[in-house]
C-alpha cells in the first residue's frame, strides 16, 4: 500500500530577500530597474500567492514611479516584481514587504541623464569696479533636464575675443563641477561696459551666457583730452562744440564728474557741466569778436590740472556790410588820382577779409576805376583809384556779392580857389583890417583871369569891403574885412563854373591894441621859499578901452625891486587876453614886478 504525503512551505517562518535587475539606473524616468522580492520559508521553499508591497521613502516618492502601484503576488517560485523608473539621481532605499510584517530594503542607484545636460549662469556681484581690484564670482550650475546636478563635469568660461585682454579669469576661466554640480570663478577686468559671459560645458557641447557689467573707476578720474573745431563764424547761437573727455587710470570713461571751463573774451554756454555716460563734458563756445580765443578746461576736484585749447573766431561773411565809403572831404581836381575806400564789416562791427567788392561811378564814361573788383584785406579795407575826366558831380558806389552796397558823392572841379588872409587876427575897428585874396587857378596851376569870386563873411559883426570881385592876371581877387565887433569870422570865398568851387579861411578879430593896457595882474602863489627853485606864476590880463581882451599883444616885464630872476621878460597874449612868467629868487624879501604893454612905458 502506497501513502501520498505532500510537503507546504512554513509560511509561519517565511523570508523575503530584494534584488534590482539593473543598477545604477539613468534618473530620464524612462530607464527602469525590475525589483523582485523573493519570498521562501527558512528551509528555501519558494511561498506563492503572497502579496508584496514595494515602497519608497516619503520624501523622495513623489520622483518615483513604480508599477502595479508598488504591489505583486509571488508566484510559484515566490517571486512578487514590479518596475521602478525616477526623475532624481541618488541612492534611494526601497523597502519591499509582505502581509506578516516581514519586509527587505535595497539601497538603488539614480544617475543623472547626461543626455539632457544643461548649464545656468549665475553673476553673483554686478556693477564692480574695472580696476582688476574690484570682482565677481562666476557660478555654473550644471544639472540634467530633471534638475540633479552633474559632478565632476568641466566647464569653461569665457568673454569676447575683442575683450577677453582686459580681463583675467581665475584659474584661467576652467572649473570642474562639484557634487552639487556647481563651479566657480573669479571675474576682474579693466575695461568697463557691459559684456556677454559664457559659460561651456566641456563634454556635451550646452553653454549659457550672461551679461556683466563694469564700472569706470571714479577715484581715478582723470581729464584726458580737450577737443574742439579750431574756427567758428561768430554769432550769439551758434559757435564751437568743445568736448572734455573724462576717463580713469585705464582709459575708461567716467560718468557724472563735474568739468569747470573758462574762456576769454567768449561766450560759454555753461561754465560747470558734468560728464555723461560717454565721460563727455560738452559746452557750446561763441563770441562776436573775431581773432583767437582760449578756453580751458579743469575737473572741478583737480583745478590745477588744466588743459587748454585755442579757437579762432572768424567774421560773418553773410551778415557783410560796407559800412563806410572812404573819399577825400571836398572837392577834388580833374585828372587827379583819388583814393577810394570801402570798409566792410559784420553785424557786430568785425572787419570782414578775403570779400571781393565792387566798384563804380556814375557817370561812368567820365570816371576811371584802377580795378572794378578789389578783395578786402584783414582790415576788411577794399582800396581802388578813381580818376574823374571833367568837372561835375559823380555818384561813387561800392557793392557785396550780398547784395550790400553803399553810395557816396564825389565833386571834381577843374579850377582851383583857394583863400588866404593877410593876418589871421586883427583888433577890434583897426582901420586896415585883414585883406583876403581869392586865387582861381586851372587844374595845371595856371592863373586864371576875369572871373567873378563871390565873398561872403558869417556872424554878423564884419563887413567885406565887397561881396563880388573878378579876378586880376594873377587869378587873385582880393577883399579886406574890418569889424567892430570881437569875435571869429568865417570867409568863404565861390566861384560857379558848371559846379561850385568854393573856399573859407577864418579871421579872429580881438580888442583894440590901440587903447590896450593891463587890466589885471596876479601872482600865484604870492608867497613862495627862496630856493632859486620855486615858483610863483605872474599873470597880466590885458583889456582895451571897451574893456575887450586882447590876444596876441606883446606883455614885457621889469622888476622894479627887491632880488630875484624872472623866467620871461616878455609874453604874448594868450585868447583870454594872459600874458604869463614867472618870478623865483634865493634871498628873501619883498620883490616888485610890473607888466605893461608897451616897451616905453616898461623903461619908466
Known sequence: MQQTVTYVPNVANAEITLAASKDPVIADNNDLTTLTATVADTEGNAIANTE???????DVKANFTLSDGGKAITDAEGKAKVTLKGTKAGAHTVT?????????????NFIADTLTA???LNVTEDNFIANNVGMTRLQATVTDGNGNPLANEAVTFTLPADVSASFTLGQGGSAITDINGKAEVTLSGTKSGTYPVTVSVNNYGVSDTKQVTL???????????????YSFVVSTTEGATMTASVTDANGNPVEGIKVNFRGTSVTLSSTSVETDDRGFAEILVTSTEVGLKTVSASLADKPTEVISRLLNASADVNSATITSLEIPEGQVMVAQDVAVKAHVNDQFGNPVAHQPVTFSAEPSSQMIISQNTVSTNTQGVAEVTMTPERNGSYMVKASLPNGASLEKQLEAIDEKLTLTASSPLIGVYAPTGATLTATLTSANGTPVEGQVINFSVTPEGATLSGGKVRTNSSGQAPVVLTSNKVGTYTVTASFHNG??????????VTGNSSTAHVASFIADPSTIAATNTDLSTLKATVEDGSGNLIEGLTVYFALKSGSATLTSLTAVTDQNGI??????????????????????????
Do not use: H, R, W, Y
Open 499 to 508: 559846379v561850385t568851387i568854393q573856399t573859407q579861411t577864418t579871421v579872429k
Open 215 to 229: 564700472i569706470a573707476d571714479a577715484g581715478t578720474a582723470k581729464l584726458a583730452s580737450l577737443t574742439s573745431v
Open 96 to 108: 519591499a514587504s509582505m502581509t506578516g510584517g516581514k519586509s527587505e530594503q535595497l539601497v538603488v
Open 579 to 604: 600874458a604869463t612868467t614867472s618870478v623865483k629868487g634865493a634871498m628873501t624879501g619883498s620883490v616888485t614886478v610890473s607888466a605893461v604893454t608897451t616897451a616905453v612905458e616898461c623903461k619908466q
Open 52 to 58: 508584496v508591497t514595494f515602497t519608497l521613502p516619503e
Open 118 to 120: 544643461q548649464v545656468n
